[in-house]
């Protein structure tokens, strides 16, 4: 049976920074970085595609749908009007007060001046950790989560302070939480609404807490908001409405499809920004220009009725796959209100799910990605599934979903 | 005299973050990494050219020209293609491919998968930095030099070691220097050719001389090679051509002027591929995809012969400015063989190069950068002048700052 490969390689890979060190400067912290295994793995659906084999992709952290047209469109008219030299570090004036204008939509005063413009909400998470994070201090942030959070605390000698989170909260940091695993060293917050890889939102009320213990403890909030836009039901609101002194990560990626463009903001509290400025210029000089001209046209309404139509369809998306990967002996404790993800406790089938996910991939052709890509806390007993397919994808997903299941329970001592 | 306003300006900012840390969480780096002046500088004379006065540019550190036809054609089609999804890390292959073709041109054989496609310089230096140092050892950089190198270490928390270099060594670092310079805790050693912002270049022997030096002592060199392209007379060759085993940054932005675009590479010795590849996928999961995708016509024929027009061009400009600088009592000791820069002594003038840029701007309609943006050593006796404006421009500057340094050896105790 082929399903060593994948986690094998993965095991590889940890292991070589060592080997290759013996020989080779390298620095500790890439040691501790550990790689990001969806990529490794799509990279390994495709090898398989370009074999001739098919692959239902559910692993991928991206919308399947492109950049919308009139967003296209005015970075076509960027271009051809020679927009190509640098903007200003903080970001094109005009971008600043769209976007200042899409809080206003939502009833929230920003300045233009707290909004810095940045490449990909990565460039935003990096400005904000190294603005407020020491060496050593500690970041608290929820396990599961997004994987490069606590890479970015850890590049730059900081120290992720991971907090378990299970379905009890709906995978989301308490007030509680923070106050019972913040450590002498602790310097900030980290949340995520909608999160990733499960999914949920906080509400108005958990925010307020949660600004208010990081307030108490002096200490400082982020709250990574990439996936704002993309709620089915009740939207939340933004952590600007319940505070102002929080740091708050954004993206045009998500919601308004523009992944490979590299564009994303960050709103900073008052009296940050200039220091928010000077780490821009010297890490970044400006974001893209083309792709800061053509998010101009993100918030139109042809373009905003182009993205509510997509909504919709995660949304039927969602609607269907949930219930289909339950039927199937999958755990999904909670009903996730926004994302495109799915987390599922594959306890019943296995406790190991590199192991799981790799065998998947290779004979079953579905990929997803392991759990321990988001963390440690029960990570190998959970695997995620984006719904950034066609229905139909999905369907023939669940399809040979089921039948490796099948196999795999009648296989003894898998 | 209205000189004081700029660099009083940029002495508040020095101080706010002490000002703003009363009340607010900012870590340590933030204190200790200075604005990019050049930036403040020009935002300034934006603010003069809007209330209706004229300034002659010569701070810009990109070149005045669009980026090449067939480039933003290639970017038109990419759009218009709907590539607008994340590409692989490491970048698109094709790109890679096209990059080892360029070099394979000079004679340089590297494979694809040594080439990391970055966002900017700026993303490949941080990548290389973060891969060799640690918090605490040094990085040996000629002091002046591009004023984001010490930064990018300080915010990795590495320690920059400054090496003061003048005109004896043209401004370069030199073997000797390494091996004097070299202390228990360094780890790694950066140099530019051509330089910025004295336009020198390292000949091949400089190169494998500094290579050895840094070898014997088990560090790590970088080379930064933004400008290449951008010589007049005998173009050096890539430090590629004498070691494998450097880290070498370039970028799309100088030469083939692309600068909004955000897009460069870094050539990683054997064995760093994977390490590379882990921070790049977390730090920004890939560069711009569009800006990938035209850069792929970036070596195309047509496009060489346009940057070759401009490279005579910028040569034309650099033998009618030093001349005219000289005249004036400006002090430029070396000819600049690259780059599009003039490091000029202004003692005879003034020893307080901020005051002196700030006079210049104010009083004559002049931008010039203050050496103290590039670092400690004799900066407040330099200045730079970039030649990335027309010829009519630059002749209208050198009239100016003939008027303005007659007026000031009139005035007394300036």
Redesign the interface.
């Given at each position: 049976m082929p399903a060593v490969p994948l986690s094998s390689i993965w095991r590889w890979?940890a292991g070589?920074?060592v080997a290759?060190s013996r020989?080779?400067?390298?620095?500790?912290?890439?040691g501790d970085?550990?790689?990001?295994r969806v990529?490794d793995l799509l990279?390994r659906a495709r090898t398989l595609e370009a074999a001739g084999r098919s692959v239902v992709h559910m692993e991928i952290g991206?919308p399947d749908f492109?950049?919308p047209a009139p967003v296209?469109e005015a970075?076509?008219r960027a271009?051809?009007d020679?927009?190509?030299?640098?903007?200003?570090?903080l970001g094109l004036p005009a971008l600043r007060e769209a976007i200042a204008g899409h809080y206003a939509e939502q009833g929230v005063n920003i300045s233009p001046e707290r909004i810095v413009i940045t490449?990909?909400a990565?460039g935003a998470l990096?400005l904000a950790l190294?603005?407020?994070?020491?060496?050593g201090?500690g970041l608290l942030l929820a396990d599961p989560g997004y994987?490069?959070n606590r890479?970015?605390a850890r590049?730059?000698?900081g120290v992720p302070q991971a907090v378990p989170v299970g379905p009890e909260s709906r995978y989301q940091l308490t007030a509680e939480q923070v106050a019972a695993h913040w450590q002498p060293n602790s310097?900030?917050v980290l949340v995520a609404s909608p999160s990733n890889p499960t999914g949920t939102v906080l509400t108005k009320g958990e925010i307020t807490e949660l600004a208010a213990a990081v307030e108490a403890r002096?200490?400082?909030l982020l709250v990574d908001e990439i996936y704002h836009g993309l709620v089915y039901g009740e939207a939340p609101p933004s952590a600007l409405t319940v505070t102002d002194r929080a740091f708050i990560i954004n993206s045009f990626s998500k919601y308004f499809?523009?992944?490979?463009?590299?564009l994303g903001w960050l709103v900073v509290?008052e009296?940050?920004v200039?220091?928010v400025?000077?780490?821009a210029?010297?890490?970044?000089?400006?974001?893209?220009?083309?792709?800061q001209y053509a998010a101009l046209a993100a918030f139109a309404p042809e373009t905003r009725t182009i993205l509510e139509e997509r909504r919709a369809e995660f949304q039927r998306r969602r609607d269907y796959l949930l219930p289909a990967l339950r039927e199937l002996g999958l755990e999904i404790p909670i009903v996730p209100q926004g994302a495109f993800y799915l987390y599922a406790d594959i306890s019943r089938f296995s406790n190991d799910a590199e192991a799981f996910s790799a065998d998947l991939l290779e004979r079953a052709g579905v990929a997803v990605t392991p759990g321990t890509d988001f963390g440690h806390h029960r990570a190998e007993r959970h695997v995620r599934f984006a719904y950034t397919t066609a229905r139909e994808q999905l369907e023939e997903g669940v399809r040979r979903i089921a039948e490796h299941l099948n196999l795999l329970s009648t296989e003894p001592d898998l």
């Amino acid at each position: 049976m082929p399903a060593v490969p994948l986690s094998s390689i993965w095991r590889w890979f940890a292991g070589c920074t060592v080997a290759e060190s013996r020989n080779l400067r390298l620095a500790a912290r890439v040691g501790d970085i550990e790689p990001f295994r969806v990529m490794d793995l799509l990279a390994r659906a495709r090898t398989l595609e370009a074999a001739g084999r098919s692959v239902v992709h559910m692993e991928i952290g991206e919308p399947d749908f492109p950049t919308p047209a009139p967003v296209v469109e005015a970075g076509l008219r960027a271009l051809s009007d020679g927009h190509t030299q640098y903007t200003p570090a903080l970001g094109l004036p005009a971008l600043r007060e769209a976007i200042a204008g899409h809080y206003a939509e939502q009833g929230v005063n920003i300045s233009p001046e707290r909004i810095v413009i940045t490449p990909g909400a990565s460039g935003a998470l990096l400005l904000a950790l190294g603005t407020v994070l020491n060496p050593g201090e500690g970041l608290l942030l929820a396990d599961p989560g997004y994987p490069c959070n606590r890479h970015f605390a850890r590049f730059i000698e900081g120290v992720p302070q991971a907090v378990p989170v299970g379905p009890e909260s709906r995978y989301q940091l308490t007030a509680e939480q923070v106050a019972a695993h913040w450590q002498p060293n602790s310097a900030a917050v980290l949340v995520a609404s909608p999160s990733n890889p499960t999914g949920t939102v906080l509400t108005k009320g958990e925010i307020t807490e949660l600004a208010a213990a990081v307030e108490a403890r002096r200490g400082c909030l982020l709250v990574d908001e990439i996936y704002h836009g993309l709620v089915y039901g009740e939207a939340p609101p933004s952590a600007l409405t319940v505070t102002d002194r929080a740091f708050i990560i954004n993206s045009f990626s998500k919601y308004f499809c523009m992944t490979g463009w590299r564009l994303g903001w960050l709103v900073v509290p008052e009296g940050y920004v200039r220091a928010v400025e000077k780490l821009a210029q010297n890490l970044f000089i400006a974001a893209s220009t083309p792709a800061q001209y053509a998010a101009l046209a993100a918030f139109a309404p042809e373009t905003r009725t182009i993205l509510e139509e997509r909504r919709a369809e995660f949304q039927r998306r969602r609607d269907y796959l949930l219930p289909a990967l339950r039927e199937l002996g999958l755990e999904i404790p909670i009903v996730p209100q926004g994302a495109f993800y799915l987390y599922a406790d594959i306890s019943r089938f296995s406790n190991d799910a590199e192991a799981f996910s790799a065998d998947l991939l290779e004979r079953a052709g579905v990929a997803v990605t392991p759990g321990t890509d988001f963390g440690h806390h029960r990570a190998e007993r959970h695997v995620r599934f984006a719904y950034t397919t066609a229905r139909e994808q999905l369907e023939e997903g669940v399809r040979r979903i089921a039948e490796h299941l099948n196999l795999l329970s009648t296989e003894p001592d898998l």
